[in-house]
């Protein structure tokens, strides 16, 4: 009679958080780009993340009808043909961050390239910000994809896209259908009326906390340097980071974080500007079942959550 073993053979995958500037040298970027990718692969890394609409600055600084002309349909561009046949050269998943015109509709989107070359699915960002300095409703739709989780040769990856990271509705729904790890492309950085304001810290929290609330690990890749426009300014702080499935900071990008940081998992509240790449290694069967003993998925309550549905937390409209 065979006996059990607890103990099976580990799942590890090492997944990569990028960060790099950019310009409106749109060659420049991509190069740039697959450079990084190009690095990360070569240490290992499997599934490797590009930050939010990498192909050039963040255009959504400014209302400008000729930004439009950036946004190609899913199946002629260049940018995903590019990058799709660079993660089969590779053996990597790269998730693609790109502006999407589908018809006379617009969306901030990605899709996630296989290890293969192919494409595994196409995600729409579905939380669209609007305010000073991120000014995105005037670009893109709402997204109507729904969330998605993309089976990967490493991984089931649930990837939504920066002001998604703010919603942990996003993240939990991802980890619902499957996704053993959460990646989020963003682009974020300082407040055009309020510069000395940094946000970094909160950010870094909330993704956090979708990573232990979930006890999925998570990715977080975000731009750097100062994009400058017409009446507005961002400099972007970068802080790439990968968090693991207690939320705990593994790794930070341009990390100057002390020995006692790292023990705590917490973070440099101010990342230094530097272009380049972290990594982590997970074993996701380790995660699964660690996940699995804590019950939180199976003591949740969806009976209960029907407020959640509703905009103002009432299940009928008021009278």
Aim: charged fraction near 25%.
């Amino acid at each position: 009679m065979a006996q059990f073993s607890p103990k099976a053979e580990p799942r590890k995958v090492t997944v990569a958080a990028t960060q790099m500037s950019c310009s409106w040298d749109i060659e420049e970027n991509l190069k740039k780009a697959e450079k990084l990718v190009r690095d990360a692969a070569a240490a290992g890394a499997n599934i490797i993340l590009l930050q939010e609409l990498f192909e050039a600055p963040y255009f959504c600084q400014e209302q400008k009808e000729k930004y439009y002309r950036l946004a190609q349909p899913v199946d002629e561009s260049p940018l995903i043909q590019r990058f799709a046949k660079l993660a089969g050269e590779l053996g990597v998943v790269l998730p693609i961050s790109f502006f999407e015109r589908a018809g006379n509709a617009y969306f901030n989107a990605l899709v996630v390239a296989d290890a293969d070359g192919s494409i595994a699915g196409h995600y729409r960002k579905s939380h669209i910000p609007d305010g000073p300095g991120y000014q995105e409703k005037f670009y893109f739709s709402p997204g109507d994809t729904g969330f998605k989780v993309f089976k990967t040769r490493f991984a089931d990856i649930g990837v939504l896209i920066c002001w998604d990271q703010w919603f942990p509705e996003g993240a939990r729904c991802a980890a619902l259908m499957g996704a053993e790890l959460l990646l989020y492309p963003t682009a974020i950085g300082s407040e055009p009326p309020n510069p000395s304001y940094s946000s970094y810290p909160h950010w870094a929290r909330v993704m956090q906390g979708h990573a232990g609330a979930n006890m999925v690990p998570l990715i977080a890749s975000n731009r750097i340097g100062k994009e400058t426009f017409e009446q507005s300014h961002i400099t972007f702080y970068g802080g790439s980071f990968i968090a693991g499935p207690s939320g705990e900071i593994v790794v930070q990008a341009s990390d100057r974080g002390s020995s006692l940081q790292r023990k705590n998992g917490g973070i440099d509240a101010e990342p230094e500007q530097k272009e380049g790449f972290v990594t982590a290694t997970f074993d996701l069967d380790e995660c699964r079942i660690t996940r699995s003993g804590w019950g939180l998925f199976r003591d949740r309550r969806p009976d209960l959550y029907g407020a959640i549905t509703t905009l103002d937390g009432y299940r009928n409209p008021r009278h």
